[in-house]
Structures are given as C-alpha cells and as structure tokens.
C-alpha cells in the first residue's frame, strides 16, 4: 500500500511539473508576442510624431510670421506717434513709416500664401504622401523617392503620378511664384549604361517630375529642374532608414527677395 501512495504522489509531481512548464512556455510566448506588439506601437508612434512635427514646422513659421507682422505694427504705431509729436522730422519719419508699412504689407501677403498652400496640402500630409517643412528659410515640400520611382529608374509609378497630380492641384493655384524641383539620392554610387552616377540619376527624376507637373498644368516659365545627387543629405546614410529618407524629391517654393535698392545701385554703379 505504501508503494501505491509513493507511486500516485511522483506521478502527481511529474504531472506538476509538465504542466509547469506548459504554462512557462505559454508565458513565454505572450511576452515575446507582447514586446513584439509593443515594438509595433513605438513605430507607429515615432511615425506619427514625426508627422506631428513636420506639420507643426510649418505651423511655427507661419506663428513666427504673424509675429513679425505684429512687432511692424507695433513699430508703426510708435513711429506715427514720434511723427505726431516731432513736426520737424515729418519727412524723415514718413520714409520709416512708408518702408515700414510696406515690409509689413509684405510679409502679410507671404503669410497668406503659406497659410492657403498649408490648407491646400493639409490632406496630403495627413495621409503621409508628402511632408512638408521649412528648411534653409524655404518652404520645401518632399516627397520619398519610394513612392514616386522604382529603385535606380526614372519612370513614375502609377501612385507616384497620383501624389503628384494631386500636388499639382495645389501648386499650381500660385500662377506667380517659382519652384524648384530637386532629386536627391543616398550615398550609394550608382553607375549603369544609362547613368554614370547620382548626379545623373537625380537630376533625370527631377526633370521627369517636372515634366509630369506641367502636364498637371503648372506653368513651365515657372518650374525648373536640379539634381544635387547625394551632396546635401537630410539623414544619416550610416543606416537604411537614413538612406531612405535622403531617397527624395523636394518641391521648393522659391523665396520673393523684392527690390533691393542698394544692390541695384551696386550692380548699375559706373555704368552709363
């Protein structure tokens, strides 16, 4: 009988323990899937922070902007007040005043051009097609290389003539305003019969999409081309997504200088 006894508890125990070790297996598994799933929602996090950022680039420009306005008003009311009070330095204030009031008129009228475009690209933006942001004091609109051309080719793919046609859309509502349109590569060297480098790559994507965003009808006087290869990076090259990201095309808002007196009396000065 005693035997019996031993014999039921050890086979109790090794049940014990098998099913122990079903269930630290089973453990096991929902923490690797957990890490995993966890993994996944800190991509998409960093994705849409990302994006957050972006957008919220070119929001700050356009605080910054209304900002400026506001210090051009405030100088403006200062100087018409030293005007009412100073009579005898009329003219030289009517001069601050007159150049004031123009700076600021013009900085109003950039200001509505970013806020018209920003609406007008908000839906592209928001659905990650294209992002948009302020660098080197210009509006750059870029779009991944990924989207738009198959790896070391120049042809659109179909959703990449779909990005374009509906930034086309938005575009081309500033008739008066010129873009520059410029490819940019990783720093992978590339050379195949058709191009000796990435200088060559960039600059022909960067013409196709040009030629594309005339058809879409933006005016050609006002687009142009430029390839800058590999030579002006926005990521790190040292890693894929770093590469990636470098893979672009940027749509640039050129920037209106206006007349500059001093340096058209500069470049006119000893000429008759």
């Given at each position: 009988?005693?035997s019996?006894?031993?014999a039921l508890l050890l086979?109790?125990l090794a049940?014990?323990?098998c099913?122990?070790?079903?269930?630290?297996?089973?453990?096991?598994?929902?923490?690797k899937k957990?890490e995993?799933?966890?993994a996944?929602?800190?991509?998409?996090q960093?994705k849409n922070?990302k994006?957050?950022?972006?957008?919220q680039?070119l929001e700050e420009?356009?605080t910054?902007?209304?900002?400026?306005?506001?210090?051009?008003s405030?100088?403006?009311k200062?100087l018409?007040e030293?005007?009412?009070d100073l009579a005898?330095?009329?003219?030289?204030?009517?001069?601050e005043?007159?150049?004031?009031?123009a700076?600021?008129?013009?900085?109003m009228a950039?200001l509505q051009?970013?806020?018209d475009l920003f609406?007008?690209l908000?839906?592209?933006v928001d659905?990650?097609?294209?992002q948009?942001?302020?660098?080197?004091?210009r509006?750059?609109?870029?779009?991944?290389s990924s989207i738009?051309f198959?790896s070391?080719?120049t042809?659109l793919?179909?959703?990449g003539?779909?990005?374009?046609g509906s930034?086309?859309a938005?575009?081309?509502?500033l008739?008066?305003?010129e873009?520059?349109?410029a490819g940019h590569t990783?720093?992978?060297?590339?050379?195949t019969a058709k191009?000796?480098?990435?200088?060559?790559?960039?600059t022909?994507?960067?013409?196709?999409?040009?030629q594309?965003l005339i058809?879409q009808g933006m005016?050609?006087?006002?687009?142009?081309?430029?390839?800058?290869g590999?030579?002006d990076?926005?990521?790190?090259?040292?890693?894929e997504d770093?590469k990636?990201q470098?893979?672009r095309?940027?749509?640039?808002?050129?920037?209106?200088?206006?007349?500059?007196?001093?340096l058209?009396?500069?470049?006119?000065?000893?000429?008759?």
């Open positions: 009988m005693r019996i006894v031993v086979s109790t049940l014990s323990g099913k122990r070790k079903e269930l630290e297996a089973a453990l096991a598994e929902a923490n957990l995993a799933t966890q996944e929602l800190g991509a998409e960093g922070k994006l957050t950022e972006e957008k680039t420009k356009i910054e902007l209304e900002g400026q306005i506001q210090r051009l405030n100088e403006i200062v018409e030293q005007n009412a005898r330095k009329a003219g030289a204030t009517q001069d005043l007159k150049a004031l009031r700076e600021k008129a013009k900085r950039e051009v970013y806020k609406g007008k908000k839906a592209l659905a990650g097609t294209i948009v942001e302020f660098r080197k004091g509006l750059v609109v870029k779009l991944a738009l198959d070391g080719k042809e793919k179909p959703e003539q779909t990005a374009l930034l086309a938005a575009l081309k509502s008739n008066d305003r873009f520059l349109v990783d720093n992978v060297p590339i050379k191009f000796k480098n990435n200088w060559d790559l960039s022909a994507r960067a013409v196709e999409v040009v594309f058809t005016t050609s006087s006002n687009i142009g081309a430029a390839g800058y590999e030579n990076p926005v990521a790190d090259n040292a890693n770093g990636a470098n893979r095309i940027e749509v640039i808002l050129m920037p209106l200088l206006g007349d500059i007196p001093e058209k009396a500069m470049l006119t000065s000893g000429k008759s």
